[in-house]
């Protein structure tokens, strides 16, 4: 009985969120993108060129008059390292990479000062996060050249 509540309270605050998501497919439909794709630009345009440019690297019938088709074929290949990289800034999961399971280590530690316990993420886990971080942006900003230089390119 108590769950059937909870359920039935969840589904009524829920209304107005479903609502906005209508809204907002139909704003896609009519103008190719809503209002809540403008709250995180970076990740919803990650979210489309990523996949595109994957798929006309692997699907594409053509490539820019100035290059070949295997020149064409890597530096699509460049580009897509240089988006993977902006994805996992934005995504930035890299403790999870470097120390996996931290999360879960830490909720079982008490910490009275919100702060995040050193027994669980040390200093050198920080560095190796900001190392990997600059990297990746590092990586993302010496493709984006060759995304601007074929952009008009960009097609099959």
């Avoid at 769950?3 to 609502?19: A, H």
């Avoid at 809503?34 to 994957?54: E, F, H, N, R």
């Avoid at 010496?142 to 099959?156: A, E, H, R, V």
């Amino acid at each position: 009985m108590i769950n059937t509540y909870y359920s039935l309270i969840r589904f009524i605050k829920d209304i107005p969120w479903k609502l906005r998501q209508i809204k907002f497919f139909y704003q896609r439909g009519k103008r190719g993108w809503a209002d809540c794709d403008c709250w995180a630009i970076d990740s919803y345009l990650i979210s489309i060129i990523l996949p595109m440019l994957k798929e006309l690297k692997k699907n594409h019938q053509g490539h820019p008059g100035d290059v070949t088709d295997e020149e064409w074929t890597n530096i699509l290949s460049e580009m897509i390292a240089g988006f993977e990289a902006a994805d996992r800034v934005l995504e930035d999961d890299y403790l999870d990479t470097i120390q996996p399971g931290w999360f879960e280590e830490m909720e079982k530690i008490p910490d009275l000062n919100n702060k995040l316990s050193s027994k669980v993420i040390t200093k050198k886990t920080m560095r190796i996060h900001a190392s990997m971080y600059k990297k990746d942006i590092k990586l993302f900003k010496s493709k984006m050249p060759l995304f601007t230089k074929y952009f008009f390119g960009l097609w099959d």
